[in-house]
């Protein structure tokens, strides 16, 4: 059983029009973080979450935490081909799990000219 | 750079043999990841460090696979006799602060079972 499910699980779109990638999870966490990873790299921290109703920007990038802090989105505004990537979403500390990461099944994104 | 380094970046081995991947974390981190990724899927955890003290392996972890980290500082992970399904990237990452989501992860090192 999969605890965080992000979609949708691919993405193809041209420059310049806006995105929205949601991840829900069957659990709660202590903090929900956003990472983009690119071919051969590691995951790179974006954003992290904490209250239930959280809305953090990051220039196009527009993260929200649903109240029940079980569901995230992040919302790419006016995309561009630097945006392509995996986009993945993780839990920290979940209750009873220990102090690991936990990540979502992954989104990713391709912004064409 | 004062990154987390990995190494190998690549392995390509032939089915049975044992392989070992370092990592060297970011110099003041005190925990210590390792994950595994299969192409476009996200990271799956294997086991994490504190210090020197290996505090939590993922049933993914089976027999054949051990993780050490002597001196607190950099890790091993190994792999023995090798399977065709252990071909994957395995990434390490370390964590400054305790308690929180936010780690840094290295490259990778990616593995190839012939």
């Known amino acids: 059983t999969q605890l965080l499910e992000q979609s949708p699980q691919f993405l193809s779109i041209q420059e310049g029009e806006n995105l929205t990638v949601y991840c829900n999870s069957s659990?709660?966490?202590?903090?929900l973080q956003w990472y983009r990873q690119e071919p051969g790299e590691g995951p790179v921290l974006l954003v992290t979450v904490v209250t239930g109703g959280e809305v953090k920007k990051l220039k196009r990038l527009t993260f929200q935490f649903g109240d029940a802090r079980k569901d995230s989105s992040l919302h790419i505004t006016a995309a561009q081909p630097g945006d392509t990537g995996l986009y993945l979403c993780a839990g920290f500390g979940l209750t009873g799990g220990g102090n690991k990461l936990t990540f979502g099944t992954g989104t990713q994104l391709k912004v064409e000219l | 750079d004062t990154g987390v380094s990995q190494n190998p970046r690549h392995k390509i081995t032939k089915r049975g043999q044992n392989v070992t991947f370092r990592c060297d974390p970011i110099s003041e981190h005190n925990r210590l990841y390792w994950y595994r990724q299969t192409l476009g899927q996200g990271p799956e955890f294997l086991t994490y460090f504190q210090n020197e003290a290996q505090l939590e392996k993922s049933r993914l972890l089976s027999d054949r696979f051990s993780a050490e980290r002597p001196k607190g500082s950099f890790s091993t992970l190994e792999i023995q006799r090798t399977e065709q399904g252990d071909s994957a990237m395995y990434l390490c990452?370390?964590?400054?602060?305790?308690?929180?989501?936010?780690?840094?992860f290295g490259e990778g090192s990616r593995l190839t079972v012939l």
């Open positions: 659990s709660v966490f202590s903090s």
């Open positions: 990452a370390s964590q400054g602060q305790e308690n929180t989501g936010e780690l840094f």
